[in-house]
């Protein structure tokens, strides 16, 4: 029987290391992609007639600005991942695998040379200020960005299937009763209420529930003055003998 509800806790219970371990790859991805995107990717020597030669080099989020913004769309999925529940990690994953094949496809299809050349000679072109046919020098910074895509790739994959089985963030302002209810949390103490308690002209340094000192004064007596006791006599009072 025990052996049964600890195999009931181990399924309950969230996979918190695979939730740090997407997390921090993730993390990698995106630190990946800027440094690769922000690299040189190719470069070219352009030859003038009667002037000196000029060095063009062109950097990889020049080369392709569509897929350089997936590295802040990883910084994005961060939050994400850290913020939203079930759907809300589904819906993240299925955009982090999006954003990983941009990256993966775009740097392979320059690196391996498929795809057109012709493009970045016209940025070249664009850059010497002349139409030029110059033989370009690629570096191998295309690389770095083809692993974060891939690493984007396998967190948006992990998230969407096991993004449920992940831990969330606490629900604030809750508490729960000695019954096992919850319920809403007492007001804020602590020197912000204290500054909203002087704004709203209630000094904080007196304590509400304090029953108010009782008033040992005697309330004066209003439309006549302070004489004896009704129903006594004073010698005053006394009638005068007459002879």
């Given at each position: 029987?025990?052996?049964?509800?600890?195999?009931?806790?181990?399924?309950?219970?969230?996979?918190?290391?695979?939730?740090?371990?997407?997390?921090?790859?993730?993390?990698?991805?995106?630190?990946?992609?800027?440094?690769?995107?922000?690299?040189?990717?190719?470069?070219?020597?352009?030859?003038?007639?009667?002037?000196?030669?000029?060095?063009?080099?062109?950097?990889?989020?020049?080369?392709?600005?569509?897929?350089?913004?997936?590295?802040?769309?990883?910084?994005?999925?961060?939050?994400?991942?850290?913020?939203?529940?079930?759907?809300?990690?589904?819906?993240?994953?299925?955009?982090?695998?999006?954003?990983?094949?941009?990256?993966?496809?775009?740097?392979?299809?320059?690196?391996?040379?498929?795809?057109?050349?012709?493009?970045?000679?016209?940025?070249?072109?664009?850059?010497?200020?002349?139409?030029?046919?110059?033989?370009?020098?690629?570096?191998?910074?295309?690389?770095?960005?083809?692993?974060?895509?891939?690493?984007?790739?396998?967190?948006?994959?992990?998230?969407?299937?096991?993004?449920?089985?992940?831990?969330?963030?606490?629900?604030?302002?809750?508490?729960?009763?000695?019954?096992?209810?919850?319920?809403?949390?007492?007001?804020?103490?602590?020197?912000?209420?204290?500054?909203?308690?002087?704004?709203?002209?209630?000094?904080?340094?007196?304590?509400?529930?304090?029953?108010?000192?009782?008033?040992?004064q005697p309330e004066p007596t209003r439309g006549r003055s302070p004489g004896p006791a009704t129903g006594t006599m004073t010698p005053t009072d006394a009638p005068e003998d007459t002879p």
């Amino acid at each position: 029987m025990s052996d049964d509800a600890g195999l009931l806790a181990e399924a309950v219970a969230p996979d918190r290391r695979g939730y740090r371990r997407a997390l921090l790859l993730l993390a990698v991805g995106a630190a990946l992609l800027f440094v690769g995107y922000a690299q040189v990717w190719a470069s070219a020597v352009v030859l003038q007639e009667g002037l000196p030669s000029l060095a063009v080099e062109l950097k990889g989020r020049e080369i392709q600005p569509a897929g350089s913004a997936s590295a802040i769309l990883a910084l994005a999925g961060i939050a994400g991942l850290v913020a939203t529940r079930r759907f809300g990690r589904a819906v993240t994953g299925v955009l982090l695998v999006l954003e990983g094949l941009v990256a993966l496809v775009g740097a392979l299809w320059f690196g391996t040379g498929a795809g057109n050349r012709a493009d970045v000679v016209r940025l070249v072109s664009e850059k010497a200020g002349i139409d030029v046919d110059v033989e370009l020098s690629v570096r191998p910074w295309w690389v770095v960005v083809a692993v974060g895509g891939a690493l984007l790739v396998v967190v948006g994959v992990l998230a969407a299937l096991r993004g449920g089985t992940w831990p969330v963030m606490g629900r604030k302002y809750e508490r729960a009763d000695g019954d096992g209810s919850s319920a809403a949390a007492g007001a804020p103490t602590g020197p912000a209420s204290a500054w909203e308690q002087l704004d709203q002209g209630v000094d904080p340094t007196v304590d509400p529930t304090a029953d108010p000192a009782p008033d040992t004064q005697p309330e004066p007596t209003r439309g006549r003055s302070p004489g004896p006791a009704t129903g006594t006599m004073t010698p005053t009072d006394a009638p005068e003998d007459t002879p």
